[in-house]
């Protein structure tokens, strides 16, 4: 049980610096070329996709870790608020405070 919850921990970390960073990549192709080019224009399908996968590691972390409904607004936003993903990484990272383990096994 408890690798299942360091495994889901872990999936959320890698895919919060991989939308992160491809969220920043984004950002500053808008802020070069502009919103309509080609080059923004290509790339953010890709960070979509990433941020799909993202959204599909937050059912682990519910699971396994008390998260309030507060954060996990923050963790849904953070794949679309710039550098949101990179802080609220490290507030979930500080302290992750596991649920009981037969509360998580039910849920």
């Known amino acids: 049980m408890e690798s299942l ?28 070329f502009g919103m309509g080019t080609t080059a923004p224009r290509m790339f953010s399908p890709f ?11 937050l059912p682990g972390l519910v699971k396994y870790f008390e998260i309030s409904k507060g954060k996990l607004v923050l963790l849904i936003a953070s794949g ?19 649920k009981p383990p037969a509360e998580a096994q039910q849920g």
């Open 47 to 57: 960070h979509g996709v990433l941020y799909i996968v993202y959204l599909a590691t």
């Open 80 to 98: 679309i608020i710039p550098i949101l993903a990179f802080l609220v990484e490290a507030i979930t990272m500080k302290d992750p405070t596991p």
């Open 5 to 32: 919850a360091a495994t889901a921990l872990k999936r959320y970390r890698v895919m919060a610096f991989v939308v992160g960073a491809a969220l920043v990549i984004l950002t500053a192709l808008i802020a070069i």
